[in-house]
């Protein structure tokens, strides 16, 4: 399984940018995608999910600002990130969970993270 991340890049406060990840491989199906974000000396945190579903989660400092969508088609998920501020800025990373194709029975689950891309907002 491999996610393909794209999108980062340089904005200006209060600008936007659109960060792209698809899922490839040998995968039955995706359950959920995600976006987390890590900044130098700082854990990993949470940013938004969307199941295949349609269903969304934002983390609080982002709300209202970004939004997750996705093209299931293409396994795709999109992040619009609107507004963005200084804070934003990090090394984004998404994340997926599928199931997968096995010898064994059934489609076990599988977790799997893209490489990151960069956003930098500058102020």
């Known amino acids: 399984v491999q996610l393909q991340a794209s999108g980062g890049g340089l904005v200006q406060t209060g600008g936007s940018l659109t960060l792209s990840c698809t899922v490839s491989?040998?995968?039955?199906?995706?359950?959920?995608m995600n976006w987390y974000r890590q900044t130098p000396g700082n854990q990993r945190e949470f940013v938004a999910s969307i199941t295949r579903g349609g269903d969304t989660t934002y983390a609080d400092s982002v709300q209202d600002r970004f939004i997750i969508f996705r093209n299931s088609a293409r396994s795709t998920a999109y992040l619009q990130m609107n507004s963005l501020k200084p804070d934003d800025a990090g090394i984004y990373y998404c994340?997926?969970?599928?199931?997968?194709?096995?010898?064994?029975?059934?489609?076990?689950?599988?977790?799997?993270w893209g490489q990151g891309t960069l956003v930098t907002v500058s102020s």
């Open positions: 491989g040998s995968i039955v199906s995706w359950n959920s």
């Open positions: 994340n997926a969970h599928v199931r997968v194709y096995s010898t064994g029975p059934g489609y076990p689950p599988y977790e799997s």
